[in-house]
């Protein structure tokens, strides 16, 4: 056993120690605590904000657990009820209009439909319009 652990093991004994000997606080204190107390609280902060921004845009788009907005995920694909808009060309294998109303196409530019055979030729193109337009039809669908 060494002898500093030995005196401070027995009781009733002191140990005197030289007088330039430093004795230093172990730990945070001052200026440095109050930035780390600072930089914790802004952590939360921004942790809060993310959190309320992410609940926020799940309710503005309307997300939910079957799809998002009138876009909805079921079994044989997607199902789009109510209007919605493209930006970009949408590709599909089959369009189908509810059973009481027709389909209804608007663009500000031309509209092309094109049928496409198993090897991706295409067989059939429905082209219509030069301008601006609103083309209306019923689509029936007969399923064998």
Known sequence: MVREQYTTATEGTHIERPENQCV??????GWRKRCLYLFVLLLLIILVVNLALTIWILKVMWFSPTG????RVTKDGLRLEGESEFLFPLYAKEIHSRVDSSLLLQSTQNVTVNARNSEGEVTGRLKVGESSFIMVFCLHVVHE
Do not use: T
């Open 24 to 29: 230093y606080k172990i730990g945070i204190y």
């Open 68 to 71: 998002m907005g009138h876009l």
